[in-house]
């Protein structure tokens, strides 16, 4: 009889995961929402919010072997998972791919997909309506969505507001210097080293005034807060041999267990093994989860696998608007042309579409 996988999450460490085991296991895919959500594409959506129906992509091709059950999973154990109407999914390994939150309206935050694609509408009708605009953090969500309102709404006031006093002051000087200029080139304002000390809501879009600790004040008709990802973990945080570290994640040991169970492993943002929350994370991941589960099914011992190595130097691409952008490639500081030609213009929709087996 063949081994039996559960894995809880099809983002794109569960989606992948479990595509890529269907024929040499008995593949269970436990996901709660409806559509797949490519957060690639969801910055520019914003902005143009016709790619959202290509930016979410259905569940029903994904696999032709395992199956995909559409379910909240409310329980993780060494013998399986357990469902929030109560049935199991037996299984003889799990892996916990439950992700992260983000800013609305990017991600559905633990909401269906009918009302992420509402909190789209309404928000790029703020956008519409807004004629300032203030983008309080400056990680990859921010500096892109301050680039790609510059492209398509030239005519809004973006201001961009960081509290690092240079743009990813922990990659090569290259990246945030060029993208510092490129920003600016498009008219941005950047208020770098300046922390808002009033921020009234974390993650959803609001009008009013920011109080900069330089002193400044900030007006803005719409205030869009994206200071980071919090990890979905809420599944393993009490389990036994559970440790958690920053944004919620919970510690991995080197060969993706995040508890005492030595069947349950996790993977992609809500694990912390050195990466960090990025799809390029995960592009690392998987290959070694891949193998070393086909090894484990196969009869190998887990600690017989060679350990995890995360990324010492993880790529970046941030585009700015489909034309421009700036990009760290593990080697070298990459600009328009790369930035614009790996990511820019398609934001991954053709690559991602081929994984779920749909057009787009
Ligand atoms: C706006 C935005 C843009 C981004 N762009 C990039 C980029 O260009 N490049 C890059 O490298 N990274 C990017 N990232 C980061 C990237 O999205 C994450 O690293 C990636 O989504 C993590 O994948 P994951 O599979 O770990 O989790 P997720 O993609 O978060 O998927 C987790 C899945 O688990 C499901 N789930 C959670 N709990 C349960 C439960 N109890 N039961 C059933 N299902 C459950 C969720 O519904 C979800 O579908 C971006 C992030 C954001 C917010």
Redesign the pocket.
Same mark, same amino acid.
């Given at each position: 009889m063949s081994k039996r996988i559960a894995i +809880? /999450? %099809? /983002?794109?460490? /569960?989606a992948e995961l479990a595509k890529a085991l269907q024929d040499k296991a008995d593949v269970t895919l436990?996901?709660?929402?409806s559509h797949?959500?490519h957060?690639?594409a &969801?910055?520019r959506a914003l902005v143009t919010p016709e790619l959202l129906d290509q930016a979410l992509i259905p569940y029903d091709k994904l696999l032709t072997r395992g199956e995909v059950i559409q379910?909240?999973?409310?329980g993780v154990d060494g013998d399986g998972v357990t469902l929030e109407d109560g049935r199991r999914v037996d299984a003889d390994y799990v892996v916990v791919?439950? /992700?992260?939150d983000?800013a609305t309206p990017?991600?559905?935050n633990g909401n269906g997909i009918a009302t992420l694609r509402a909190e789209n509408a309404r928000v790029h009708g703020l956008l519409k309506q807004a004629q300032t605009v203030a983008i309080v953090g400056a990680g990859?969500?921010g500096s892109e969505l301050a680039g790609e309102i510059a492209h398509f709404m030239p005519e809004k006031d973006v201001t961009l507001i960081s509290a690092t006093p240079s743009l990813f002051p922990d990659m090569p000087k290259a990246l945030g210097k060029g993208l510092l200029a490129k920003l600016q080139a498009a008219n941005v304002t950047m208020k770098l080293g300046a922390r808002v000390e009033n921020l009234e809501h974390l993650s959803a879009p609001y009008a009013g005034t920011l109080q900069l600790d330089t002193g400044e004040a900030v007006t803005a008709d719409l205030i869009i807060p994206v200071i980071g990802?919090r990890a +979905?973990s809420g #599944?393993l945080q009490d389990l036994q041999g559970v440790k958690m570290s920053g944004e919620q994640r919970i510690k991995n040991d080197q060969w993706m267990r995040p508890t005492a169970m030595p069947n349950v492993f996790a993977? %992609?943002? +809500?694990a912390d093994i050195g990466d960090g &929350?990025? @799809?390029?994370? @995960?592009s690392r991941q998987l290959p070694w989860l891949k193998k070393m589960l086909i090894a484990v099914v196969g009869g190998a011992k887990v600690e017989d696998v060679k350990p995890y190595k995360p990324w010492s130097k993880a790529p970046i #691409?941030l585009p700015l608007g489909p034309q421009k952008g700036q990009s760290f490639l593990s080697l070298f500081t990459a600009g328009d042309f790369l930035t614009r030609v790996i990511?820019g213009k398609d934001l991954f929709l053709t690559k991602t579409h081929k994984l779920f087996n749909t057009k787009s």
């Open positions: +809880v /999450g %099809g /983002g794109y460490a /569960g436990i996901e709660q929402q797949f959500v957060t690639p &969801m910055i379910a909240r999973v409310t791919a439950t /992700g992260s983000n990017f991600r559905p990859a969500v990802s +979905v #599944l993977v %992609g943002d +809500v &929350m990025t @799809i390029v994370a @995960i #691409l990511k």
